[in-house]
Every structure is written in structure tokens, then in C-alpha cells.
């Protein structure tokens, strides 16, 4: 069974269009990655930053609730 498994992964990465479709699932996955941490950077810091606008307004109804 596991010989069967490994034959049929090596006959796929052998096949140039499934190595094309996996790299291209890496880059996007990689994308995705450096976009959501990038993101939940940004956003922290400027929630912070919204807070203390509000804040120093004087309003409470401008939180912004995550």
C-alpha cells in the first residue's frame, strides 16, 4: 500500500503540470501568510491608534470593537 502511494507521488511530480499547480499553491499560501501577519500589524497598531484618538475626543462611541 505504501509503495502504491509513494509510485503515484512520484508519477505526479514527474508530470511538469502538477509541479507548476504546486508551486503556484506555495506562492499563493506564502502570499497569505505575509498578507495576515502584515495585516494583524497594521490593524493592532492603528486600533490602538483609533482608541486613543477617541480618547483624547472625549467620544466613547468611536472604539472600534475586534
Not at 8 to 33: C, D, H, P, T
Not at 48 to 54: I, Q, R
Request: proline content about 0%; aromatic content about 10%; charged content about 20%.
Amino acid at each position: 500500500m505504501f509503495n502504491r502511494i509513494m509510485d503515484s507521488l512520484k508519477r505526479a511530480f514527474r508530470n511538469e503540470k502538477v509541479q507548476g499547480m504546486v508551486e503556484y499553491i506555495l506562492i499563493v499560501v506564502v502570499i497569505a501568510l505575509v498578507a495576515y501577519f502584515g495585516f494583524e500589524a497594521i490593524g493592532s497598531n492603528t486600533l490602538t491608534k483609533a482608541n486613543d484618538a477617541a480618547d483624547k475626543i472625549g467620544t466613547g462611541c468611536v472604539y472600534i470593537v475586534r
